[in-house]
């Protein structure tokens, strides 16, 4: 799935996931999750609004991970498309995703729709 970061002002605080997807892949009475992202395998909370409308997965591990991408070189730019990929129950795989499919996904529905 499509995912994409999330921003509070110059700062990444996560990433965020459209609620379609909260639906089909985080069942409401997961607490928290695990995320690979390359070589750090990190668990992260699940906020009770992450399924109210409010679905970002915020971790300062996972903050810190984004900003090693380099993903926060402009400040107040747009959000960056990223995959989720399903790796295990409640756990999922975070990676970017190349350029040439990230222009791609420019004139197609926001990444974070995008199942």
């Not at 609620?19 to 997961?30: A, G, L, Q, T, W």
Request: glycine share 6%.
């Amino acid at each position: 799935m499509f995912v994409r970061t999330h921003r509070n002002g110059r700062k990444m605080t996560g990433v965020e996931v459209s609620p379609v997807n909260v639906r089909r892949y985080f069942p409401p009475e997961s607490a928290e999750i695990e995320l690979l992202l390359d070589h750090l395998h990190i668990q992260c909370g699940l906020s009770p609004g992450f399924w109210q409308g409010d679905p970002e997965i915020r971790d300062p591990r996972l903050c810190a991970w984004l900003e090693s991408k380099n993903f926060n070189s402009r400040p107040g730019a747009a959000p960056i498309p990223l995959a989720l990929i399903p790796s295990g129950k409640n756990c999922f795989r975070l990676q970017p995703i190349a350029a040439s499919v990230r222009s791609r996904l420019k004139g197609s529905p926001t990444p974070a729709n995008v199942a």
